[in-house]
């Protein structure tokens, strides 16, 4: 199993920035990817944002040149920078854990709000 807690979420003014944090337990070793995906009211959850073991990244278009997913394995996190926010950039943000040879993300965080509001 593994464990995944976000924090860093947040109300900000349309051009500012926020830190979102997951910290990561559990069968760590079994984890080949992680992700970011968001979800608005109304809205599908959709991948914002992934990191490989490998160090590979991968983001969707629409916050391409301003969200940047990094991890520092000594620590067990996760993190995505997010920079110029917009207020389409509203939503609940969750951390996802990939197990090897999986296709899907099967571990899931609780969620963090994220506002973009002036």
């Known amino acids: 199993q593994v464990q995944l807690v976000e924090s860093g979420g947040g109300l900000v003014q349309p051009g500012g920035s926020l830190r979102l944090s997951c910290a990561v337990s559990g069968s760590i070793f079994s984890i080949n990817a992680m992700g970011w995906y968001r979800q608005a009211p109304g809205k599908e959850r959709e991948l914002v944002a992934a990191i490989t073991s490998g160090g590979s990244t991968n983001y969707a278009d629409s916050v391409k040149g301003r969200f940047t997913i990094s991890r520092d394995n000594a620590k067990n996190t996760v993190y995505l920078q997010m920079n110029s926010l917009k207020p389409e950039d509203t939503a609940v943000y969750y951390c996802?854990?990939?197990?090897?040879?999986?296709?899907?993300?099967?571990?899931w965080g609780q969620g963090t709000q994220v506002t973009v509001s002036s």
């Open positions: 996802a854990a990939r197990r090897s040879g999986n296709a899907k993300y099967d571990y």
